[in-house]
């Protein structure tokens, strides 16, 4: 069975359903929970109005992402779940892979919106990435409304 749980977190509904789905996962089972945020420097998955080259933006990402990760670890404190955070920049999915291949991740834990048509291969890439290049399986947890 699964040792380390990762769970990827945007602080969006989707990504927090995510988390949700994750913690109880970890809690069912006594497992590990590794809970990341990538700060996105690529403008093919990021916020293209953001430049995280400017001081003033980079700082308010990093704010964000300290909100969206306490957010995620107050769960995993409720849950009783032993937990650990990162926080890096880069690529979504590169740095998704990254963490679950340095940490021995052996499940990733991903929410989507759980669209169709155009929709869903645009705000699918990041999934889709992850799941090409995951070095272990992959659990999409859809957003079901």
Known sequence: MFEKIMVATGGSPWSNNAVGTATRLAAD??????IAHVLEDDPQYGQPDLDPSEPQ??????????????QATERA???????????????????????????????????TRHLTGDKRLMTGRICNAVLATSPCPVLVVPLVQ
């Open 77 to 111: 404190e409720q849950a009783g779940v032993t937990y650990t955070t990162h926080m890096v920049w880069g690529s979504i999915p590169e740095q998704l892979v990254h963490i679950a291949q340095t940490e021995g991740c052996d499940l990733i834990v991903m929410g």
């Open 57 to 70: 933006v980079k700082e308010q990402m990093e704010e964000t992402g300290r909100s969206i990760l306490q």
């Open 29 to 34: 089972i006594n497992r590990e929970l590794h």
